[in-house]
């Protein structure tokens, strides 16, 4: 039983979320088209949110059958805990996270802090962030980073359409 807790996290690193992304990508491309380039939401899918609920109660279960087991160590205990609450957090905080934009009025919804409105003419600049798994990290600033959004977000092609249209900077990184 302790073998297959451990065969399961590079299964789900190296085969289940490229998956998960190219399942998202499509999802989010079939949702944009339907979408108007003046009044959109920029948010994370709700898919996002069950598959991180339903990979923490898989994970909570097979940590339950290490301990009933007795296969489980110390390490195990304390760690998996830790690891299935900061999991729920940042499920919390990925499904909360929105950005509103009608016409050029932008409405920031952090996870965590007060709303922020700004408009396109108040973006100073936008980094765009390549990773190796094909995602694209966009921070938007005015005069400090005001928030992010990856190409794996609902809307973020429309978003970044709409900046380019308004000539926001962007640089490379």
């Known amino acids: 039983m302790k073998y297959i807790a451990m065969f399961f ?3 789900c690193v190296g085969i289940i979320t ?16 339907s979408m108007k380039s003046n009044d959109f939401i920029v948010a ?15 994970i909570l279960i097979v940590w339950l059958l290490l301990v009933f087991s007795d296969a489980s160590n110390v390490a195990c205990d304390i760690i998996m805990p830790i690891f299935i609450i900061t ?17 050029d009025i932008i409405t920031v ?7 922020v409105k700004l408009d396109f003419t108040n973006i100073t600049k936008i980094k765009k962030i390549h990773f190796s798994n094909g995602t694209i990290v966009y921070k938007i600033y005015s005069d400090k980073c005001v928030f992010s959004i990856d ?21 490379e990184l």
């Open 151 to 171: 190409s794996l977000t609902t809307g973020t092609n429309l978003f970044i359409t709409q900046s380019e249209k308004n000539n926001i900077v962007f640089e």
């Open 18 to 33: 490229p998956l998960i992304f190219e399942i998202v990508k499509k999802e989010i491309l079939k949702k944009e088209s």
């Open 87 to 103: 999991f729920l957090l940042l499920s919390y905080v990925v499904i909360r996270q929105k950005v509103y934009v009608k016409n």
């Open 44 to 58: 994370n899918s709700v898919a996002w949110g069950i598959f991180s609920l339903l990979l923490t109660l898989f």
């Open 109 to 115: 919804t952090p996870a965590f802090g007060k709303t």
């Open 9 to 11: 996290v590079p299964l």
